[in-house]
């Protein structure tokens, strides 16, 4: 791949799409972080392309509005069960995420078994197709992610455990079924990692090392002709490196 006008036209919503859930995935993270239940992400954006492999086997439209209510349902249905298990096993409660994140991607792989397609549907759930974006569906992508931030910016201190797995919940289904859960999780957590020290503007800094991660592995994999996804999570390290080796304050 090269910077040609037709490959610019991917690159555009490509990172549009990637703000986006850096904007509401960024500040999720760090409260991630900070509670350390890092594999909650893992456990729940399985769970929600479990739905969404669901719903695929009962034949509903891949596109449709029931599929993205699957994915939702299941997406809730796993945060809700996450809260009670936190309330009642506090101390087990990463055991049981990932527990629940092994139970999840084991059924996913049964109900792929007999599809044909059913290792490109795998690969597409792990690694997104962010390149591939609609760009008609982005004022839409825009109203959630920004529903998203308000809410969190605006209600976190006030929506309490169930609010923040709900809203976590949503933010997670809306990102792994537009970037996979690959991507989902090192935006979560990379940045809030890396700027774990900083005693000053941690979240402007976070959100710096999302769109420097994105936009540098956007442009990566352009020159070098390599997959979109990979490439945005290896720049995303490795700008969370140069940042938590620098940026101290």
Same mark, same amino acid.
């Given at each position: ?38 594999? !909650? ?31 939702? +349902?299941?997406?809730?249905? +796993? ?17 049981? *995420? ?8 084991? !059924? +996913? *792989? ?34 959630? @992610?920004?529903?998203?931030?308000? !809410? ?12 923040? @797995? ?15 859960? @690959? ?23 976070? @959100? ?23 490439? !945005? ?17």
């Amino acid at each position: 791949m090269n910077f040609d006008s037709a490959n610019l036209a991917l690159l555009g919503p490509a990172m549009i799409v990637g703000l986006l859930v850096t904007l509401a995935l960024v500040p999720l993270g760090i409260q991630v972080i900070g509670r350390g239940i890092v594999f !909650i992400d893992l456990a729940i954006a399985q769970i929600a392309g479990l739905g969404v492999i669901l719903a695929d086997a009962l034949g509903w439209e891949p596109q449709g509005w029931a599929m993205q209510a699957a994915a939702l +349902a299941a997406a809730l249905g +796993a945060a809700l069960l996450l809260t009670w298990t936190e309330r009642r096993w506090p101390q087990v409660q990463e055991a049981i *995420i990932g527990a629940t994140f092994v139970l999840a991607s084991s !059924i +996913a *792989i049964l109900l792929l078994a007999h599809n044909p397609h059913g290792g490109e549907h795998l690969k597409d759930l792990l690694v997104g197709q962010i390149l591939w974006v609609n760009p008609a569906r982005l004022p839409v992508d825009a109203l959630i @992610y920004g529903a998203i931030a308000v !809410i969190w910016f605006t209600l976190h201190e006030r929506i309490g455990r169930i609010g923040f @797995y709900t809203l976590f919940a949503c933010a997670v289904t809306a990102s792994v079924q537009q970037v996979g859960l @690959y991507l989902v999780f090192a935006t979560l957590v990379i940045p809030a990692l890396a700027t774990c020290f900083v005693k000053s503007g941690r979240l402007a800094k976070a @959100y710096a090392i999302g769109v420097l991660g994105y936009g540098g592995g956007l442009a990566g994999s352009a020159v070098a002709d390599l997959p979109s996804g990979p490439m !945005i999570v290896c720049a995303l390290v490795a700008t969370g490196i140069v940042s938590a080796s620098f940026v101290r304050r």
